[in-house]
């Protein structure tokens, strides 16, 4: 193997890992609002509230999307553009939901606090 085959062993995971290949997944951030905006994805896609509080999913987007709730119960709402969208979260935990006609793309959490 010649030097540049060598230098493209030592320096590949260091490109690979500036280039972000983490899948961790993000931070909770404290809202209770929650934005489809014009690129297939919730923002933020991981929020935290505590116990009682309601969330609003808003589709800016010029698609209809869902937000179907995977851990209360399967409870499904079709958002066209402009519309809104509230649940309100009892239960202390982590609740996943996603956009169940864009499930690869659109995924999110909310993790409710206290109790």
């Known amino acids: 193997m010649g030097a540049l085959g060598r230098l493209v062993l030592l320096l590949g995971p260091l490109v690979l890992a500036a280039c972000g290949g983490s899948s961790s ?29 309601t ?5 800016h987007d010029n698609f209809t999307h869902t937000i179907h709730l995977f851990d209360d119960g399967g409870v499904i709402y079709t958002l066209k553009p402009g519309d809104s969208a509230t649940f309100t979260f009892t239960t202390p ?15 999110g959490s909310v993790l409710v606090t206290g109790g």
Not at 55 to 59: I, S
Not at 97 to 106: G, I, V
């Open 55 to 59: 969330v609003t999913w808003t589709n």
């Open 25 to 53: 997944p993000p931070s909770p951030v404290a809202t209770n609002a929650v934005d489809l905006p014009k690129s297939y994805r919730f923002e933020p896609k991981a929020i935290t509230v505590p116990a009682g509080a």
């Open 93 to 107: 935990g982590l609740h996943r939901y996603e956009c169940s006609l864009h499930p690869r793309d659109m995924q």
